[in-house]
């Protein structure tokens, strides 16, 4: 299912095209799984599995001074063990768990609210 968002980017940094193969950010298109957070460019996130997202991946998402992070977690809505959500617990950093279609949304409408938000989006191949 492809995705292509219509309405008007309100930063830079807006998710602006999703298919289960990529994401669009800012009209780049990525072909990899991606971290991208309100303030800063969009860099590879190091997963490629849902088993990849672990403590040491997630921990990514608390180094982008954001208030919530989204995690999308691929093409389906699964729920990462407890341990690997520890480092935004520790941050006290709010997270929300979803499929990454949903995350990329939900990551846009944040956005356009102006909150400080990020997402670890998981592409799979």
Not at 8 to 32: K, L, M, P, Q
Not at 83 to 90: I, N, S, T
Request: net charge neutral; charged share 20%; aromatic share 8%.
């Amino acid at each position: 299912m492809a995705m292509k968002f219509q309405r008007e980017a309100t930063s830079e940094f807006a998710i602006t095209g999703y298919t289960a193969a990529g994401i669009s950010v800012a009209g780049v298109e990525y072909g990899h799984s991606l971290r991208v957070a309100h303030a800063s460019a969009a860099a590879p996130w190091a997963v490629t599995t849902f088993a990849d997202i672990t403590a040491a991946s997630v921990a990514d998402g608390a180094t982008v001074a954001a208030e919530i992070v989204l995690i999308g977690t691929g093409k389906k809505l699964r729920f990462p063990p407890p341990d690997a959500l520890r480092p935004l617990r520790e941050a006290r950093i709010g997270f929300e768990v979803m499929d990454t279609a949903a995350a990329c949304r939900t990551y846009n409408v944040l956005l356009g609210e102006g909150r400080q938000v990020a997402a670890l989006l998981l592409i799979e191949p």
